[in-house]
């Protein structure tokens, strides 16, 4: 008799809206579970109704706080039962960069977006480790940015966010082997738009100089972060790394005039 293929199971926190949520849906219609962590209630009222089923859980939590990080994680731990869980991504993030200029940026502003990338990361990834590691082959992803390598002006919070979340990711990776490999994707601009909760949802019209701007002749979309985070899953012998996925636009220079 054929064997049973296992589910598998996924958790991503910030899956309420854009990259996050496209994921969600991506590994939704390849059959796995998952569990979506988000702080907008209304957007994950949505994601229940528009999946009324038992392979995704979707629970209010901010992941940058440790508290509920810790509740969050007691509620997967009984979704999983027994099973492992088998890749964390840490996907939430503030992701307006632009945070005036430094000698006007207070430490609570500072803070805010370093918790929800960096410090959200740490708190998930701690509690994920005992249920990642009841299984052989398990992973964390960690969704950075090109601008962790390059920066626009007055961005330096988000940037030393995802400066920090690149290198607990190669800490993790040397550390959590073989068992979890962890790996750091650095999308470029993703055009996120169409996977907003509804009230806040658009088309993204791009202008040919947006589109010139990549040598792949497009801007990108969440799925090609989604298809990114299933390679970081599915290959066996990358680990520690961080992968551009921006259709070149970092490869690209850029004359005035
Ligand atoms: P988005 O704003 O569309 O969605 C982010 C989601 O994270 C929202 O649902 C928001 O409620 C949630 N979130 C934010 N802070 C949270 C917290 N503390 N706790 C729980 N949930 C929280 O953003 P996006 O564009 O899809 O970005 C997703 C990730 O990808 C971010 O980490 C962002 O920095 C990164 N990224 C995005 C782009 C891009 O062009 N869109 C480019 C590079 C990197």
């Known amino acids: 008799m054929p064997k049973e293929a296992t589910i598998r199971t996924i958790v991503i926190t910030g899956g309420g809206a854009g990259i996050g949520r496209a994921s969600a849906h991506y590994f939704l219609e390849r059959n796995w579970r998952v569990c979506v962590l988000d702080k907008d209630e209304d957007a994950l009222a949505e994601m229940r109704q528009a999946h009324a089923r038992s392979e995704l859980l979707c629970l209010g939590c901010d992941v940058g706080r440790e508290d509920d990080v810790g509740e969050a994680f007691a509620q997967i731990a009984d979704w999983l039962g027994d099973g492992p869980l088998d890749c964390l991504v840490n996907n939430a993030g503030i992701a307006d960069p632009y945070c005036g200029p430094l000698e006007d ?3 609570g502003d500072w803070q805010r977006w370093i918790d929800a990338s960096l410090t959200a990361a740490f708190l998930c990834s701690r509690s994920a480790i005992p249920l990642l590691r009841r ?3 398990t992973s964390i992803v960690n969704i950075s940015s090109t601008r962790a390598i390059m920066s626009e002006e007055n961005t330096f919070a988000y940037s030393a966010a995802k400066g920090g979340l690149d290198g607990l990711t190669h800490a993790m990776a040397v550390s959590l082997g073989p068992q979890i490999r962890v790996n750091a994707v650095l999308p470029g601009w993703i055009e996120t738009g169409p996977w907003q909760k509804e009230a806040d949802r658009t088309d993204g019209a791009h202008r040919p100089v947006d589109r010139d701007q990549h040598p792949a002749g497009r801007v990108g979309r969440p799925e090609d972060i989604a298809q ?11 680990t520690g790394q961080q992968i551009v996925v921006d259709g070149g636009m970092t490869r690209k220079m850029i004359y005035a005039g």
């Open 105 to 107: 940026l207070h430490l």
């Open 135 to 137: 299984a052989d082959r």
């Open 228 to 238: 990114t985070i299933e390679f970081c899953i599915e290959s066996g012998f990358v």
